[in-house]
């Protein structure tokens, strides 16, 4: 018996545990790789796999973390992020990861800020309380650009270096334990044996 996993789904669910792991461990407020994974996963990966992509990671993470009341702001900024990074598809990765970090970091701060501001509890539902929220969250714009262009040069950067691996399929093997033969090896297919 014989199951093939696409290596794009390995790639996804890698970035998934991730990102999981980066975003419950202790780290520098907003200074986490969703942005830069829903970004990536944006730009390179099939529109599916993209857009549950940081949905994975922030639902697991925030049952983990704990849930907030600005979730739908929160969730669908990383939405926006991964739909912004549709739009840098086809550019090269010297435009597209510093200008897919500024886009993700704004559109992050303006979404997720905004439903800070209609929560209503820390700031008045009033024009000068929405220019208030975001120029408090000012900080937090700062780090977050900082993290989705680390992020975003890691992510980019290494799958432009590892990008020919990922054509094909994993073949994994679950009967009798068989040595690569001739037609697996010009299938260019990887053989995972066991």
């Not at 796999?49 to 639902?59: H, K, N």
């Amino acid at each position: 018996m014989e199951i093939r996993i696409s290596k794009t789904t390995v790639l996804a669910l890698a970035l998934v545990v991730i990102g999981i792991a980066l975003r419950v461990i202790p780290h520098t407020a907003n200074f986490a790789p969703v942005g830069a994974i829903a970004l990536f996963a944006g730009a390179i990966l099939a529109w599916r796999t993209a857009l549950w992509l940081p949905l994975a990671i922030m639902v697991v993470s925030d049952l983990i973390i704990g849930l907030h009341p600005i979730i739908a702001f929160t969730w669908g900024g990383f939405l926006l992020v991964t739909v912004f990074g549709m739009l840098l598809r086809n550019r090269p990765n010297l435009v597209r990861v510093p200008l897919g970090a500024i886009g993700a970091a704004l559109i992050f701060f303006l979404v997720s800020n905004l439903g800070v501001w209609l929560e209503g509890k820390m700031y008045p539902l009033t024009w000068q309380g929405l220019v208030d929220c975001y120029t408090m969250a000012l900080p937090f714009l700062r780090t977050s650009f900082i993290a989705d262009l680390s992020y975003s040069a890691l992510l980019f950067g290494l799958y432009a270096l590892v990008e020919p691996a990922f054509r094909g399929q994993f073949v994994v093997h679950y009967a009798q334990r068989q040595g690569l033969n001739k037609e697996t090896r010009a299938s260019g297919r990887l053989h995972l044996g066991g």
